[in-house]
């Protein structure tokens, strides 16, 4: 029996630090997607502000918010439930004293399916995350929704080949990635923008799984974010794209026959040989 395809919108836009203002635009922007036919929306990492983490300051530490009772998830399960799409929401969790940079899965009922801990965390110039998250501890996660099996990393995971594997191997049909990603200000004549693209199209070819990315654009403090979201198939070709200034929603149809189809061909998890991969768990090349 045929699969039905599975249509993937990417979400990008200016953000404010106007927490109100930011929900009421991403929310425009997902009804707009699910009018052309979205089952996925994707938006911006942190998106209910601007992105705090260019520098340390404790008072920044209080955006944080508990899963339960937290206002921008109820809003977006009424918002998943009304439409029928399913809707990854990144947020800054607050548990007891602990703080994570999260994404909470809504599924296309408006249920909430579980939280994943953003796992890698950088720090530098412009991006002290680790002043803010600790590491996650929920591990990689994926879920099964009525749109498909959907794998969810948090823009840093986006740079290591290992998260995208082990969703892969989880079961995920696609892989998403909301990001915050701009220029550097340690290192201003750095353009970062195609290797962080190659990267997430590598997974793509590598695991023969659909990857979307869904960044902010505009200029806030130090950073310029780049945007330059994109939907990509299983070979790894370019199906919807935004531009680097650009504001707006694209749609992408993934063909769920031809990626079982090229799937069975280029069988890549069957040949794997994990024997041979314990460096891979390890700090240094000494074990």
């Not at 548990?95 to 599924?107: C, K, P, Q």
């Not at 370019?238 to 799937?263: F, P, Q, S, T, W």
Request: proline residues 5%; charged residues 30%.
């Amino acid at each position: 029996m045929s699969l039905p395809k599975l249509h993937l919108a990417v979400v990008q836009c200016a953000l404010s630090d106007d927490r109100r203002d930011n929900v009421s635009r991403i929310e425009a922007w997902v009804r707009e997607a699910a009018s052309r036919g979205a089952e996925v929306v994707l938006t911006p990492e942190l998106f209910e502000g601007h992105y705090f983490p260019q520098h340390e300051r404790e008072v920044d530490r209080d955006r944080a918010q508990p899963v339960e009772g937290h206002p921008t998830l109820a809003r977006f399960r009424t918002l998943a439930r009304e439409l029928h799409v399913v809707l990854p929401v990144s947020i800054y969790e607050a548990e007891g004293d602990a703080r994570y940079n999260s994404l909470v899965l809504i599924d296309e009922h408006g249920e909430e399916r579980g939280v994943y801990r953003k796992s890698h965390i950088p720090d530098g110039p412009g991006y002290e995350e680790k002043f803010y998250f600790d590491l996650g501890n929920t591990g990689f996660r994926t879920w099964e929704t009525g749109a498909g099996h959907l794998g969810i990393g948090v823009c840093w995971d986006q740079w290591f080949p290992e998260a995208a594997r082990a969703m892969a191997l989880r079961g995920a049909e696609v892989l998403l990635y909301p990001t915050a990603i701009g220029t550097e200000p340690a290192t201003p004549a750095e353009d970062s923008r195609d290797p962080w693209r190659r990267v997430m199209i590598g997974h793509a070819v590598a695991n023969a799984t659909p990857v979307a990315a869904a960044n902010r654009v505009g200029t806030e403090g130090e950073i310029t974010f780049y945007g330059s979201s994109f939907i990509c198939d299983h070979r790894g070709d370019v199906v919807a794209e935004l531009g680097r200034d650009e504001e707006g929603v694209v749609v992408g149809a993934i063909d769920r026959d031809a990626l079982a189809r090229y799937r069975a061909n280029w069988n890549f998890a069957a040949d794997r040989r994990p024997d041979l991969y314990q460096e891979l768990t390890h700090d240094d090349d000494t074990a």
